[in-house]
């Protein structure tokens, strides 16, 4: 017995050994230091990859929105769990497509979808729940709301348990209660400071800095929490931005925003400071092609990009 409870003691420390291992050996150590292209998932004969636009990482799993139509459900190393086939539309061509996902504390899955242009929320089991804008709001928000329609949403975002949406329709940033509700919204179409040309993603730091890719105006602009302008992420002149759509930040507070015209990411410092360009990986295996959405796992310290032209996420961290 003494021997069968020295061996499990074993088993335990070296289980914790490797666990903390896993979460620590990518973790970011240096500002100045770039990642690495580490591997890329590319699905499997139950589940390709095809053309990924949106990724997040939640509950230990990799949720990737895929070009057929479907939400591939992954580890963080690829290995393929199940698909989420999106609910809606007779045919596949006239089928919802996903643009980006995120899941909300209680493990709900929110789907931003076109041509139907509306969001789809899933259990975490992937059971259809609804989805709105529609006819009838949920019963626990049963209320219609004036100026809630979702004209043509593409990036997300779960905030203070508030589900933030890029809406290209109307060029603003609406903010719903996770069942429909439309609690606030701003923005609108132009070039001046705070208005927007198709906004994309978004990133929000944990002082409540919201960081959104202002992508046809070539910016990425600063808001407060409360939705108002700051000021904006400039690169070098040498480095200006062209197209930007995914943003993330990484543990020590650096702003990533993958560009998508030059396939590359560019980095900022906490403070807005321009730090470097990654995208290039050894002997061109770690090249983005056309990348998109971006999500930086903290507990592990893996960065996840959806790397569309070459139809697979490509991972990457500081090795």
């Known amino acids: 017995m003494a021997v069968g409870l020295l061996g499990a003691a074993v088993l ?68 393929y769990y199940w698909s989420l086939k999106l609910a809606g539309g007779k045919t596949k061509t006239l089928g919802p497509s996903p643009r980006s996902v995120v899941l909300d504390r209680f493990g709900r ?5 076109g041509p139907t242009n509306n969001i789809l929320v899933y259990e975490y089991n992937g059971n259809f729940r609804y989805s709105f804008p529609q006819r009838i709001a949920p019963a626990k928000d049963s209320r219609q709301v004036k100026g809630a329609k979702v004209l043509n949403p593409v990036g997300l975002g779960y905030f203070d348990g508030l589900l933030y949406v890029t809406d290209v329709g109307d060029q603003t940033i609406k903010k ?80 990533h925003v993958v560009d998508t015209l030059k396939s590359r990411v560019f980095v900022f410092s906490r403070d807005h400071k321009f730090l470097f360009t990654y995208g290039a990986g050894q002997e061109n295996e770690g090249d983005l092609a056309y990348p998109n959405g971006i999500f930086i796992d903290r507990d592990t310290g893996l960065i996840f990009i959806a790397d569309r032209l070459n139809n697979r996420v490509a991972v990457w961290a500081e090795k």
């Open 176 to 255: 719903f209660t996770t069942t429909g509700r439309l609690v606030g919204k701003f923005g609108g179409p132009g070039i001046s400071p705070g208005k927007f040309s198709y906004p994309n993603g978004m990133a929000r730091a944990d002082d409540g800095t919201l960081y959104v890719a202002d992508s046809n105006n070539s910016r990425v602009q600063v808001f407060g929490k409360d939705g108002r302008f700051l000021s904006y992420l400039v690169p070098p002149q040498e480095e200006r931005f062209s197209l930007p759509r995914g943003i993330a930040i990484d543990k020590l507070g650096r702003i």
């Open 12 to 79: 335990s420390v070296f289980y914790y050994l490797a666990v903390r291992d896993y979460y620590q050996r990518h973790q970011p150590t240096s500002v100045y230091k770039p990642p690495r292209f580490l591997y890329p998932i590319i699905g499997d004969t139950f589940g390709r990859v095809v053309n990924p636009l949106g990724v997040y990482v939640a509950f230990g799993r990799l949720f990737i929105t895929s070009g057929n139509g479907q939400v591939a459900v992954t580890s963080r190393e690829g290995g």
């Open 109 to 113: 899955i929110y789907v931003s979808a």
